[in-house]
């Protein structure tokens, strides 16, 4: 049992290029969520997923396209990235309450 | 719009005292709050959740308490250890489908032997 698993782990960007973070959960679980963590603003949402073929908008959705195409993955696009997109990315599921977090993607975009 | 707060940004306490950690949020209408613990370059692990009708949870050395009326929870670690050296946070749940977290910024905690 893996739980929340993240790719890649870290990459580096031009800006204007585009890149797919992939997200992956083995806990059969229904909601799935992208978050992004800068310096001193914490986590803020993305997008977030409710079941297979479901998306919806967060807190900072702007610049972000997300896929559920599968209930166990949850996919995050970047199409043209902006030094402003330069962060750390975590992905998290939950079946109702508890979230549990990947381990992260840190994002470099130059 | 629901806003979570977290003081202070970071704290240092010698082995073996016990603390208190604070998490205001602005709207009391909350489903549930949880609270998570970041070791650098981690990922989050929920610590404790406390349902909206619930006083207090407890695991271990850790007690976490909610008081939805003052818009307060409060993260209690009894004998603190060197390995309780992390970034604690606290997230709010809103009462709406989704199951969405409002984060506060966390509070960097170092525990020194």
């Known amino acids: 049992n893996a739980g929340v698993t993240q790719t890649p782990k870290f990459r580096v960007l031009k800006t204007g290029q585009s890149m797919t973070l992939l997200c992956a959960q083995d806990m059969n679980h229904e909601y799935m969520y992208w978050y992004r963590q800068d310096p001193g603003m914490g986590l803020r949402l993305i997008h977030y997923s409710v079941g297979e073929g479901t998306t919806a908008k967060g807190e900072v959705p702007d610049g972000y396209n997300v896929s559920r195409l599968k209930k166990q993955n949850f996919l995050l696009g970047l199409e043209s990235a902006a030094p402003s997109q330069t962060s750390v990315y975590f992905c998290a599921s939950t079946h109702g309450e508890t979230q549990y977090f990947g381990p992260g993607t840190r994002l470099l975009v130059l | 719009k629901q806003e979570v707060t977290q003081i202070p940004a970071a704290l240092s306490v010698p082995e073996g005292e016990n603390l208190v950690l604070n998490c205001s949020f602005t709207d009391s209408a909350i489903y549930n709050l949880q609270w998570f613990r970041q070791d650098p370059g981690k990922g989050l692990t929920s610590l404790l959740l406390i349902q909206s009708s619930q006083r207090e949870q407890t695991s271990g050395r850790l007690n976490a308490s909610l008081d939805k009326s003052s818009g307060r929870s409060t993260l209690y670690i009894a004998a603190s250890q060197p390995g309780d050296s992390a970034t604690y946070l606290c997230?709010?749940?809103?009462?709406?489908?989704?199951?969405?977290?409002?984060f506060g910024q966390g509070t960097e905690l170092s525990v020194k032997p």
């Open positions: 997230a709010a749940s809103p009462p709406t489908t989704g199951g969405k977290l409002i």
